[in-house]
């Protein structure tokens, strides 16, 4: 189940990603093949992760959670 705080956790973590963030974590490609893919991630996150292949928002998943733990390490 997630928590009111899971949540916060999780949205703070999705919206201080960057592109190299998510190229690391392999859900976008890196340079000018993921320049499409970086531009749908900016102008709407939610259809973005709807329309991503199941290993990419697995991977995305994976670095938001890894994001939303560092955050959580560091401002508490």
């Known amino acids: 189940?997630?928590?009111g705080t899971d949540l916060l956790?999780?949205?703070?973590a999705r919206v201080n990603m960057d592109r190299t963030d998510l190229e690391a974590a392999g859900v976008i490609d890196r340079g000018e093949a993921g320049d499409k893919a970086w531009s749908n991630f900016g102008r709407d996150m939610d259809t973005f992760i709807l329309k991503l292949p199941e290993v990419r928002r697995a991977a995305l998943a994976e670095a938001?959670?890894?994001?939303a733990s560092r955050q959580y390490r560091v401002s508490h």
């Open 1 to 3: 189940m997630i928590t």
């Open 9 to 12: 956790h999780i949205s703070l």
């Open 64 to 67: 938001i959670q890894e994001q």
